[in-house]
């Protein structure tokens, strides 16, 4: 029996599977997991082509996009472009040890919110 060595890129065929890879990339990982996210994702596109679109080289993506490797955010910017990606902002919802939940409403007022009760407006 022949082993060979998992390789995710191989999966990503289709943009939904990029996306949900990315995105949990974005969710439960850190910094260093979504730059080999990016890279894998790089890698099932193609180099040469995301080379091309980005107008880096080959050589600087491979090191852009490798294990341990600290790339410019205008270079994650660029490859998350040319990937088919984009970065969008939601508010983070906060926790904190009782449960509770702070809310900020479209007018800027915080509230928050416990299981027991109804919300309540900060002052």
């Known amino acids: 029996m022949t082993k060979s060595k998992f390789d995710i890129s191989e999966y990503l065929n289709s943009n939904k599977m990029i996306a949900e890879y990315l995105n949990t990339a974005l969710e439960d990982g850190d910094d260093e997991d979504v730059v080999i996210a990016l890279g894998h994702i790089a890698k099932a596109i193609g180099i040469a082509k995301i ?3 980005t107008g880096l080289s080959r050589t600087s993506l491979y090191k852009a996009l490798a ?3 600290k790339p410019q955010f205008a270079t994650i910017l660029k490859v998350l472009g040319a990937v088919g990606g984009q970065l969008s902002i939601e508010p983070k919802r906060v926790y904190n040890k009782k449960m509770r939940v702070d809310l900020v409403s ?5 509230y928050s919110r416990s299981k027991r009760n109804n919300p309540k407006k900060n002052q």
Not at 106 to 110: I, L, P, S, T, Y
């Open 106 to 110: 479209e007018d800027g007022a915080k």
């Open 51 to 53: 080379s091309e679109e």
């Open 67 to 69: 294990e341990g490797a």
